[in-house]
């Protein structure tokens, strides 16, 4: 299947997107929760490094990060078969024909820098022109680098450009300043097919590293610590292609909790273990009166009272997710009293803010901590989606706050939300999406 031309993933990318919704009382129903995009986009990318055969990943979410991760694959020279409807993607990798990762797809999305290693391993060379996504502060790149620099990769950086050469790699020891799930995920594809053994310290603990890890280790990789914080990865000489099932999304999971509670419904999740990869999240969703019954790969969510004030402090897993604190900062506006929240991950998390403001919220933010003081009615008006995470969280305030709500720049909700419309209008919500 040919490369689609990069004009046509420019003029995708300049449509504009916006969300309307309305409030429409309890939500209520069943709903799949979807394949996990950050299983997904390393997964990808690992599909690359097998140089025969076809990789089949299923449960594959329909967002436009996968499909830029695909436009990707198919430029660098892979054959790509994607079915959305069907949650399906078929990968060969055969042929890998370039090396360069151009900017006018690795803007798009920040999941690019996982191509770096599949790319370097392929090609012996890897140009990276930079990477998007979400701003969301100081979130650098370098301890990619420096990793791929340990084991043997020769780097030369001009301007915006890198540039990776892979002469003589060798398994060597690495440490991560912070543990990066992205960063885990890098360094293990690269050191799984380079002579040696490398250990890799401060590693990420994220359920979906572990599924990448799961999947790598199904294509023949010698991968042992995944989930202590300590891996262990034994260079082979090839990787195969195999079928794999992705885990689901513990974050559209936990945004579809909120759903239920924010507008006290009763909605069923279908998506096996979802509970056990919440983390903290669990926890603090049942400190705010959210009851989650697991029911084997359905858990039930209902909030049989009042909403309670929380306070919540991010960390890295198990600790309470990053991606999830803005979505929980919608539902504290309905909670009476004060919830307090220390953001420890990204220094931008908080765009939210002010937005939830222009809504009607009271809340303020200093630095790493904000404040909200929940109990105050929202009021629809035009919200801009700074961000996916500050988009969905706009979602989740518009199903209760009175009159319309239209979230401007809602192409970074398309990133991370498959059918966001469908799913949540057939739980009974009002929302509609618009492009122009």
């Not at 969510?301 to 997710?321: E, K, S, Y």
Request: proline fraction near 5%; include cysteine; aromatic fraction near 4%.
């Amino acid at each position: 299947m040919p490369a689609q031309p990069l004009h046509l993933l420019k003029e995708r990318h300049m449509t504009e997107v916006q969300y309307r919704v309305r409030p429409a009382g309890p939500l209520n129903g069943t709903v799949v929760v979807q394949g996990a995009k950050n299983a997904a986009l390393p997964m990808i990318g690992a599909a690359l490094l097998a140089r025969r055969g076809q990789t089949v990943l299923r449960n594959v979410p329909a967002i436009t990060d996968v499909q830029h991760a695909v436009d990707l694959a198919r430029l660098l020279g892979a054959q790509v078969e994607y079915h959305p409807s069907d949650r399906l993607l078929v990968i060969d990798a055969t042929e890998i024909t370039s090396s360069r990762l151009p900017a006018d797809l690795t803007r798009l999305f920040r999941g690019s820098v996982l191509f770096l290693a599949p790319v370097l391993h392929r090609r012996g060379e890897v140009i990276f022109e930079g990477a998007g996504g979400c701003a969301l502060g100081t979130r650098g790149l370098d301890f990619h680098y420096r990793g791929l620099a340990r084991l043997g990769g020769h780097i030369e950086e001009q301007g915006t450009t890198i540039s990776i050469k892979a002469s003589n790699l060798r398994g060597a020891d690495l440490y991560l300043d912070t543990p990066s799930h992205t960063g885990t995920e890098n360094l293990i594809m690269a050191a799984a097919l380079t002579p040696g053994r490398t250990v890799i310290e401060n590693a990420a603990l994220e359920p979906e590293v572990l599924d990448v890890v799961a999947m790598l280790t199904a294509m023949g990789a010698q991968i042992s610590g995944a989930g202590t914080g300590r891996i262990v990865v034994t260079g082979v000489d090839e990787l195969h292609a195999v079928e794999y099932t992705i885990m689901p999304d513990r974050m559209d999971a936990g945004v579809l909790t909120i759903a239920a509670a924010i507008t006290g419904g009763a909605v069923n999740l279908v998506g096996d273990a979802v509970l056990d990869h919440f983390g903290v999240a669990t926890h603090k969703l049942h400190q705010m009166g959210i009851e989650l019954t697991p029911a084997g790969a359905v858990t039930s969510v209902t909030r049989p009272g009042q909403l309670h004030p929380i306070n919540v402090i991010t960390d890295t897993h198990p600790g309470f997710a990053t991606d999830l604190q803005p979505p929980l900062m919608a539902l504290a506006t309905q909670a009476s009293g004060t919830s307090y929240f220390r953001e420890r991950i990204h220094d931008a998390r908080y765009a939210l803010a002010g937005e939830l403001t222009k809504l009607g919220a009271d809340l303020t933010v200093n630095g790493e901590k904000a404040v909200v003081h929940g109990g105050k009615p929202l009021r629809g008006t035009e919200v801009i989606a700074r961000d996916l995470r500050t988009g969905i969280g706009l979602v989740l305030a518009g199903l209760v706050a009175d009159g319309e709500t239209v979230i401007g720049n809602g192409a970074m909700i398309d990133r991370g939300h498959a059918d966001l419309t469908g799913r949540f209008t057939a739980l009974g919500a009002d929302i509609t999406r618009e492009e122009s």
